[in-house]
């Protein structure tokens, strides 16, 4: 129980800190991070369309703070989860759920995250 936990933790905290420092990053420079091969290279992911759909552009200051925020608000989540609090399951989940839009990289994580999430609770 306790590696399905810390494992849960460790994909968590990679993901949520990744979108954090992209966030950030966007915010203090102006550009996102970009991976440089495959089939985004140079360019920013899908989750652009979704922002765009909702009305922020990815280019903007609220989409922007808006990436950061969700990794900010996911990694308060993680805190939360780490130290057994019981609505913290449901936020992980709805995070890794909700990042799945992020990257490519992000879909094996999130999945990961998901199953490890519901494997955790079914041995309590």
Sequence with gaps: MKTVRAAVILLAVLEAGWITIDGAQALRTGEYLKPRLGGYGGRVGEWTRFA?????????????????????????????????????????????????????????????????????????
């Design 52 to 124: 765009s759909v909702l009305g922020a552009p990815p280019g903007s200051s609220r989409a922007k703070r808006a990436l950061a925020g969700y990794g900010l608000a996911w990694l308060c989540a993680i805190v939360a989860y780490a130290r057994g609090a019981g609505w913290a399951w449901w936020a992980l989940f709805i995070f890794a759920g909700g990042a799945l839009w992020y990257s490519s990289l992000a879909v094996p994580i999130g999945l990961t995250q998901m199953l490890l999430l519901v494997a955790g609770r079914r041995d309590t």
